[in-house]
């Protein structure tokens, strides 16, 4: 999965707004989810999705990370 993800950044942005529990075809809810993550750390400002895919690869939590 990590590899599919790495190779396609608009299915990781996707797989993310997925996973909390939000429509990736709603745009208020892709701005809710996205704000999730910006709030928590876990993506960059820039919404670089590398930094998650980066967190896959080294099977860490965002604190270690």
């Keep these: ?3 599919r993800l790495s190779l396609d950044d608009s299915l990781t ?3 993310l707004i997925k996973k ?3 429509n990736p075809d ?3 809810q892709v701005t809710k989810a996205m704000n999730i993550y910006l ?4 993506l ?3 919404l670089k ?3 998650y895919i980066c967190l896959i690869s ?3 939590l965002v604190d270690e990370f």
């Design 26 to 28: 709603d745009p208020e």
């Design 1 to 3: 999965m990590k590899t």
């Design 49 to 51: 999705t590398y930094t």
């Design 20 to 22: 909390v529990g939000y």
């Design 13 to 15: 942005k996707r797989y």
């Design 58 to 60: 080294k099977s860490v």
């Design 44 to 46: 960059p400002k820039d």
């Design 39 to 42: 709030d928590f750390g876990i």
